[in-house]
């Protein structure tokens, strides 16, 4: 069975500062893996995707993501945090070829002025 | 243009009424997904429409829950006898299946239901 865990439900940085998020999955096939963010009140925006194209994955809003087999990890990381990145992110793998979402817990991203 | 759109934003109603939520996916996705969103439990998927293809009801929590696709397009949830366990957000969500399998699900803002 796949699954996500995201370490850290709540992670605070200073405005300017590197962020790091972090999620490993567990899957017997090769994965599909997605970060997604959520403003309150808001459904979920794709931040970005991996799909096996290139282990360096880049996305919206200056975000980028490492696939990493070695460690079973896709952790999201941008290297200066602004104040309009607080929100909540969420790791998902695909469940099969065409199936659901599995999401991770999700990660609460405070940023301090 | 137009992404997922929802209806109701926001619905209450008393333990034991029949709700139903709406969904119109962006129009030309197949694959359409229902999840539900609440403090305790995280984000779970519910159901999954794929084309004319019988819906994967595997995440359905019991038997109240139920949805429906017409015409490949809009889908409606309905959640009978309302429990105050029901009480969340209702995500759906709508994908393209040619091109890849990666494609990724765009979300609709949600439905919150709060049972009284």
């Known amino acids: 069975a796949q699954s996500v865990t995201q370490l850290g439900s709540h992670v605070s940085v200073s405005e300017g500062a590197l962020v790091l998020l972090r999620c490993n999955y567990s899957s017997s096939v090769p994965p599909y893996l997605f970060w997604y963010v959520q403003y309150p009140n808001q459904g979920l925006q794709l931040l970005l995707k991996?799909?096996?194209?290139?282990?360096l994955v880049k996305g919206i809003n200056g975000f980028e993501a490492e696939f990493k087999k070695s460690e079973t990890s896709f952790h999201l990381t941008k290297p200066s945090a602004h104040m309009s990145d607080a929100a909540e992110y969420f790791c998902?793998?695909?469940?099969?070829?065409?199936?659901?979402?599995?999401f991770g817990k999700g990660t609460k991203l405070s940023v301090k002025p | 243009g137009a992404g997922v759109s929802q209806s109701p934003s926001n619905k209450v109603t008393e333990k034991g009424k029949d709700v139903e939520l709406r969904c119109d996916p962006i129009s030309g996705h197949t694959a359409l997904y229902w999840y539900r969103q609440s403090l305790g439990q995280g984000l779970e998927f519910l159901i999954y429409f794929q084309g004319n293809s019988a819906p994967d009801k595997s995440g359905l929590p019991s038997d109240r829950f139920s949805a429906e696709r017409t015409g490949g397009s809009v889908s409606t949830l309905t959640i009978q006898r309302t429990q105050q366990e029901d009480s969340a957000v209702y995500l759906c969500?709508?994908?393209?299946?040619?091109?890849?399998?990666?494609?990724?699900?765009?979300f609709g803002d949600g439905t919150r239901l709060s049972i009284l």
């Open positions: 998902a793998v695909k469940r099969g070829s065409q199936g659901n979402l599995i």
């Open positions: 991996y799909t096996s194209a290139a282990t």
């Open positions: 969500a709508s994908s393209l299946t040619t091109g890849g399998l990666g494609q990724p699900q765009h």
